[in-house]
T-cell receptor, first 112, second 110 residues
Framework: DTAVSQTPKYLVTQMGNDKSIKCEQNLGHDTMYWYKQDSKKFLKIMFSYNNKELIINETVPNRFSPKSPDKAHLNLHINSLELGDSAVYFC???????????FGPGTRLLVL | SQQGEEDPQALSIQEGENATMNCSYKTSINNLQWYRQNSGRGLVHLILIRSNEREKHSGRLRVTLDTSKKSSSLLITASRAADTASYFCATDARTDKLIFGTGTRLQVFP
C-alpha cells in the first residue's frame, strides 16, 4: 500500500545510454513532481505535472523528458546519459500545488 | 539562487536535549513547510505553516514563522536517537513550486 513508489531503486549505467525511471502514486493526487538531489543533498525541482499537464519545467537539459500517461503516473526518460546526471531522483505528489508533498523512496542513478 | 537556507548546517546533541534549526528565505511566501529526510530515504513532511500563522505545534515539534524577518525555526523537544536525520525547509515563493533549503543534518547521540 505504498503511497508513492518509484522503480528502479538503483540504476547503474554507462555514459551515452538511455534510461527511464517510473513513478506511481495511489493517493489520488492531482500534482506530481520530479526532483534531483545532488551529492551535497541539495534538492531541486525539475518538472511538475498537474492533471497530466506540464506546469513546471525548470532549466533542465532537453535530454530529460517527463511523461504523464495519467494522473497517477509520471515517468522520467533520460537520453544520452552523462556523468553529471549521477544523483538521486525523487518523485513526489500533492493533492494540489503548494500543498504537502509526499515523496517516493528515490532512484539512485550512477552513470559510469 | 536558493530560496531557503538552513542554519546550522549540522547539529549534534544528546538524547533528551532540544534541537533548534533555523531557515531564512528571500521572497514573500504563501506557506513554509518542514521536511525530514532519513539517510537513504525520501523526504517526509513534518509541518506546513501558512504566512498568516506565527506558530504551529505537532507532537514534539514546534515551528515558528516570522514573515517580517523572512525566517522560520523548527524546535524538536526532548530529542531521541530516532530524530537523527536531515531537516529541510521549503517555501513556495508564491509560485507553483517548492524551493528547498540546504538542510540541517541533525545527529542525536544516545
Amino acid at each position: 500500500d505504498t503511497a508513492v513508489s518509484q522503480t528502479p531503486k538503483y540504476l547503474v549505467t554507462q555514459m551515452g545510454n538511455d534510461k527511464s525511471i517510473k513513478c506511481e502514486q495511489n493517493l489520488g493526487h492531482d500534482t506530481m513532481y520530479w526532483y534531483k538531489q545532488d551529492s551535497k543533498k541539495f534538492l531541486k525541482i525539475m518538472f511538475s505535472y498537474n492533471n497530466k499537464e506540464l506546469i513546471i519545467n525548470e532549466t533542465v537539459p532537453n535530454r530529460f523528458s517527463p511523461k504523464s500517461p495519467d494522473k497517477a503516473h509520471l515517468n522520467l526518460h533520460i537520453n544520452s546519459l552523462e556523468l553529471g546526471d549521477s544523483a538521486v531522483y525523487f518523485c513526489a505528489s500533492s493533492l494540489r500545488v503548494q500543498e504537502t508533498q509526499y515523496f517516493g523512496p528515490g532512484t539512485r542513478l550512477l552513470v559510469l | 539562487s536558493q530560496q531557503g537556507e538552513e542554519d546550522p548546517q549540522a547539529l549534534s546533541i544528546q538524547e533528551g536535549e532540544n534541537a533548534t534549526m533555523n531557515c531564512s528565505y528571500k521572497t514573500s511566501i504563501n506557506n513554509l513547510q518542514w521536511y525530514r529526510q532519513n539517510s537513504g530515504r525520501g523526504l517526509v513532511h513534518l509541518i506546513l505553516i501558512r504566512s498568516n500563522e506565527r506558530e504551529k505545534h505537532s507532537g514534539r515539534l514546534r515551528v515558528t514563522l516570522d514573515t517580517s524577518k523572512k525566517s522560520s525555526s523548527l524546535l524538536i523537544t526532548a530529542s531521541r536517537a530516532a530524530d537523527t536525520a536531515s531537516y529541510f525547509c521549503a517555501t513556495d515563493a508564491r509560485t507553483d513550486k517548492l524551493i528547498f533549503g540546504t538542510g540541517t543534518r541533525l545527529q542525536v547521540f544516545p
